[in-house]
């Protein structure tokens, strides 16, 4: 019997061929396969829409359905892309039945016009032409020589992109595309694999950003708490102060990465394997990673003599200008974009030309990222449509009691916001909701803020869909789905801390 390998590395029996046919047995059951998978996404939509009733009100239970769907596919196939698309379908074929195409167009257009999308293209898209200047200028090879001087170590190399991590604090987008795209050349060179670094960006990002007052994430939380009446006008920063010590999560994740990095807490799970094969075979980046990645496969030759300042401006510019816009990352990014032609061209280190190609060229390298963001946000949306976030919070709140507030808070929306992948859409509903509940119940308001505040953030590092794991993987250079599996351990590790922490102030 001969067998050939494969790049999946099955063995594919080449001798086994049907008699009334031409294609080879593998080829038969690989297409038998997929017409089965098929059937049973197909009946699921059937049963799903059958049973689903005419108003929202009454979903019930049957509004889980998308969502266990979602993350079934997502386990069974690795396929995050069309999972979000079949579970968002789904989910506008129930709300809608025979009307849902105009129920999801409307939706997808609601999405895309909406003020936070248009947002999130400008600001990573102009993330991503930031960054490939940066590259382009040597700015990114002068950085990695400055550190490769003073971290000479893989756990000091980890060491510096954590540190990296906690010092850009004013946005978790900002902070997850600059560290990731600027670390991978230099965790590159001591073999550190693609997960571990992206682990290590994707928890000094939101984590970060929620344990500051002068972050992107302090302002949004703080409007939120004004609006809700939790605050008054002008005192919603005061208050999202005041919850800082008991977002345990954060607190939690931050921590963690150096012990992991210097060995106190050992690597454990699918990291263990990713490691293995880092060091075993040389392969950094896992497979897929390719299509995620923002700095591209072309290799560029630097400046023979590449400039630090080329890396430093621009990034001390970038959170210079956000901080003096009033926390505005658009502004940020624009004002960036401009300082960075006055600082390059004068240098002939890019034509005019040249350089707004470079910065079309960041942009197109965003688009696939972006793309995804714009899915879970649709999901969101579907999801929106049979009540399941109101249905799942209605449920919890009907079982908590004062002791046991925080830990159901934390619980609940942690696991809400992992099927949503949004915290900030989760905030927007959880915290109107969670401040007057811990009122009647006398439970101290920070707190049960903190607790949702830890749960956006938790449900958020888990989730395989959401914002920070897509734009940290992007920024990485690694498969979204594999940085999910081998980050979420200690995800979990630091949402048992976390869980045992709220049980104590719930009781004492």
């Not at 080829?27 to 017409?35: A, G, Q, R, T, W």
């Not at 809700?228 to 990465?257: C, D, H, M, R």
């Not at 498969?479 to 976390?498: E, S, V, W």
Request: glycine share 8%.
């Amino acid at each position: 019997m001969v067998k050939r390998k494969v790049e999946n590395d099955e063995a594919v029996d080449e001798t086994s061929v049907s008699p009334e046919s031409p294609y080879p047995m593998g080829l038969l059951l690989s297409k038998n396969k997929f017409f089965v998978e098929y059937s049973l996404i197909a009946l699921v939509f059937i049963i799903s829409i059958l049973i689903s009733p005419d108003n929202k009100a009454d979903f019930g239970v049957i509004c889980c359905i998308p969502a266990a769907f979602l993350l079934t596919f997502i386990l069974a196939t690795k396929r995050i892309l069309e999972g979000l698309t079949l579970a968002s379908l789904l989910a506008f074929m129930m709300a809608a039945k025979g009307s849902f195409f105009g129920t999801m167009n409307e939706s997808l257009l609601k999405v895309m016009t909406d003020d936070d999308t248009q947002w999130l293209f400008i600001v990573c898209g102009l993330m991503g032409s930031i960054i490939a200047l940066i590259e382009r200028s040597g700015g990114a090879e002068a950085f990695a020589r400055w550190v490769s001087k003073r971290a000479k170590s893989r756990k000091g190399t980890l060491l510096w992109t954590w540190l990296l991590g906690v010092v850009i604090f004013i946005d978790d987008y900002l902070n997850s595309l600059t560290v990731g795209a600027c670390m991978s050349p230099i965790t590159d060179k001591h073999k550190v694999p693609r997960e571990m670094l992206a682990y290590v960006v994707d928890s000094t990002a939101a984590p970060v950003c929620v344990l500051i007052p002068i972050s992107t994430w302090a302002v949004y939380i703080g409007s939120l708490l004004e609006q809700s009446g939790a605050a008054p006008e002008g005192g919603g920063l005061k208050f999202f102060i005041q919850t800082i010590p008991y977002n345990f999560y954060a607190w939690a994740a931050v921590l963690i990465v150096p012990l992991v990095i210097v060995g106190i807490i050992p690597i454990f799970g699918p990291m263990k394997k990713a490691e293995q094969r880092a060091a075993e075979t040389g392969v950094l980046a896992p497979p897929g990673s390719d299509k995620i990645d923002i700095r591209g496969d072309v290799t560029l030759e630097p400046p023979e003599h590449p400039k630090i300042y080329n890396f430093f401006l621009p990034i001390i510019v970038l959170i210079a200008s956000t901080i003096y816009f009033d926390i505005d990352m658009q502004s940020g990014v624009l004002f960036t974009v401009a300082f960075m032609f006055l600082l390059y061209i004068p240098q002939h280190l890019f034509s005019p030309e040249a350089f707004f190609d470079t910065c079309i060229t960041g942009i197109k390298q965003m688009l696939f990222p972006l793309v995804m963001v714009i899915l879970a946000l649709t999901f969101a949306a579907a999801n929106e449509q049979i009540g399941f976030l109101q249905y799942v919070i209605d449920s919890g709140t009907r079982v908590m009691t004062p002791e046991l507030l925080p830990l159901s808070i934390f619980i609940v929306l942690g696991i809400t916001e992992f099927i949503m992948g949004l915290s900030w859409g989760m905030y927007a509903i959880a915290i109107p909701i969670v401040v007057p509940l811990a009122k009647s119940l006398g439970v101290d308001p920070y707190v049960a803020i903190g607790a949702v505040c830890s749960a956006g953030v938790w449900g958020s590092h888990i989730c395989f869909y959401s914002d920070a794991t897509i734009l940290s993987s992007a920024a990485s250079g690694c498969d979204n789905f594999r940085h999910a599996m081998t980050q979420m351990p200690y995800g979990f590790l630091g949402a048992l801390i976390t869980a045992g922490l709220f049980l104590f102030v719930g009781y004492f």
